[in-house]
């Protein structure tokens, strides 16, 4: 089962969706908020997508974008990895959209770090369950 059909079929932690699209808080999130977003049909690189899906990619991510804006403010990473050497973990074509402020664990002696990579050694955070669906409920406004 690839991603998306584990999100569709467990919808616990699902941010958003569409037609095509879905967003999903990240399991092992670098910050509090930190959303992927990945097309609903399996493919591996954005340059697979079709001609749909490229257009409405960028209407997800605004829509996705504004949840995470009014929970966090306006501070926001997105980022997409694609094809080998991307330093990807699943072959999933995914969007990470992560909240970013000012001083948040990103930063280090005033310099923020890009630090998406699992080869960096950056900690990921390990939270329960619980903690992601409070986290779901602050991007939903509940």
């Given at each position: 089962?690839?991603p998306?059909?584990?999100?569709?079929?467990?919808?616990?932690?699902?941010?958003w969706e569409s037609e095509?699209?879905?967003a999903?808080?990240d399991?092992?999130?670098?910050?509090?908020g930190?959303?992927?977003?990945?097309?609903k049909?399996?493919?591996a690189?954005?340059?697979?997508l079709?001609?749909?899906?490229a257009?409405s990619?960028?209407?997800?991510i605004?829509t996705?974008?504004?949840?995470?804006?009014?929970?966090?403010?306006?501070?926001?990473l997105?980022?997409?990895?694609?094809?080998?050497?991307?330093?990807?973990?699943?072959?999933h074509?995914?969007?990470?959209l992560?909240?970013?402020?000012?001083?948040?664990?990103?930063?280090?002696?005033?310099?923020?770090r890009?630090?998406?990579d699992?080869?960096?050694?950056?900690p990921?955070l390990?939270?329960s369950?619980?903690?992601l669906?409070?986290?779901?409920?602050?991007i939903r406004?509940?």
């Amino acid at each position: 089962m690839n991603p998306t059909e584990a999100t569709i079929r467990n919808p616990e932690f699902k941010v958003w969706e569409s037609e095509g699209w879905v967003a999903m808080l990240d399991r092992y999130p670098i910050v509090e908020g930190h959303t992927l977003l990945m097309p609903k049909r399996e493919v591996a690189h954005v340059t697979e997508l079709n001609d749909d899906e490229a257009a409405s990619m960028g209407a997800a991510i605004k829509t996705v974008s504004g949840m995470l804006k009014g929970a966090y403010g306006e501070g926001l990473l997105v980022s997409m990895k694609c094809g080998e050497g991307s330093a990807r973990t699943i072959s999933h074509l995914h969007v990470h959209l992560i909240p970013r402020k000012s001083g948040d664990r990103l930063w280090d002696a005033g310099k923020s770090r890009i630090v998406l990579d699992r080869t960096s050694g950056f900690p990921r955070l390990d939270v329960s369950g619980d903690e992601l669906k409070e986290t779901l409920k602050k991007i939903r406004g509940e």
